[in-house]
């Protein structure tokens, strides 16, 4: 049992971690078929492998571990990030993670595993535990950018309300492989908004200033409520707040 044992150091792994743990393409296609039959092992999906533990007979890796190794460059992201940090306003069964490789939606053990787009490998942090994730800087411009996909605009703000600060030369460093001047108009207005909760200094809103579009914008689909606000020549809600404070709103679908 010393090749399981090894296996289960990794808790989940690749044909091409058997190979090397196996020596040769056709013994590492034979351990893998035998360790499925015995229930070692179970396939999360093509070419990925969760080991399982014989005392349980649960998967040893656990959400976030499964989606580091879904490609080489995979790493936790979004909404899955800010639940990683403890800062997720509610537990999702979708898992988000980003890769620039092309990777189908799939579903293991009750979680949806969601691909979205991977900009660099700045901002991406290595844990000893096998998981790679965003940054919590990069972790909230990429949820700006991507609200309408991972959860919508009140779940993004009680995320944002539940961190205790922010590193704005992070921000800012988040927000420059974008190259998106709408971006920063977007990341200036929501974080503005919140600036005392997050300790956030006005040079950082300044930089985001000096580069955002200097065409008028939404910052999403126009609403009726939706006013100027003239600094980031942004259409958005008067109040930011008061999404989060009513609760239940038109804005739960965007």
Request: proline residues 4%; charged residues 30%.
């Given at each position: 049992?010393?090749?399981?044992?090894?296996?289960?150091?990794?808790?989940?792994?690749?044909?091409?971690?058997m190979v090397r743990l196996a020596g040769s393409e056709s013994a590492a296609a034979w351990q893998i078929k035998d360790y499925l039959q015995k229930g070692y092992i179970e396939r999360v999906r093509r070419d990925l492998y969760a080991v399982i533990?014989?005392?349980?007979?649960?998967?040893?890796?656990?959400r976030y571990q499964i989606?580091?190794?879904?490609?080489?460059?995979a790493c936790v992201s979004h909404h899955s990030a800010f639940e990683y940090y403890g800062y997720g306003n509610q537990v999702f069964y979708d898992m988000y993670f980003a890769t620039v490789k092309r990777v189908r939606p799939f579903s293991y053990d009750g979680v949806n595993y969601c691909p979205l787009i991977c900009?660099?490998?700045?901002?991406?942090i290595e844990?000893?535990?096998?998981?790679?994730v965003t940054?919590?800087?990069?972790?909230?411009?990429?949820?700006?950018?991507?609200f309408e996909k991972i959860g919508?605009?009140?779940?993004?703000?009680?995320?944002?309300?539940?961190?205790?600060?922010?590193?704005?030369?992070?921000?800012?460093?988040?927000?420059?492989?974008?190259?998106?001047?709408?971006?920063?108009?977007?990341?200036?207005?929501?974080l503005e908004?919140?600036?005392?909760e997050l300790s956030l200094p006005e040079h950082f809103f300044t930089e985001c200033e000096k580069r955002a579009s200097a065409s008028k914008t939404y910052l999403f689909e126009k609403q009726g409520d939706f006013v100027l606000h003239k600094r980031w020549k942004l259409f958005a809600p008067k109040d930011l707040k008061a999404i989060v404070v009513k609760g239940v709103t038109d804005y739960d679908a965007i």
């Open positions: 049992m010393e090749r399981y044992k090894k296996l289960a150091a990794l808790r989940c792994f690749t044909h091409k971690d533990s014989m005392e349980t007979g649960q998967a040893i890796p656990n989606a580091s190794r879904v490609t080489d460059d900009r660099g490998n700045a901002g991406v844990t000893d535990t096998g998981v790679r940054s919590l800087e990069r972790t909230v411009i990429d949820s700006i950018a991507d919508g605009l009140e779940e993004l703000l009680r995320c944002l309300l539940l961190i205790p600060s922010l590193d704005p030369n992070r921000l800012l460093d988040s927000l420059e492989p974008y190259g998106r001047s709408q971006l920063y108009q977007k990341a200036g207005y929501i908004e919140m600036k005392d």
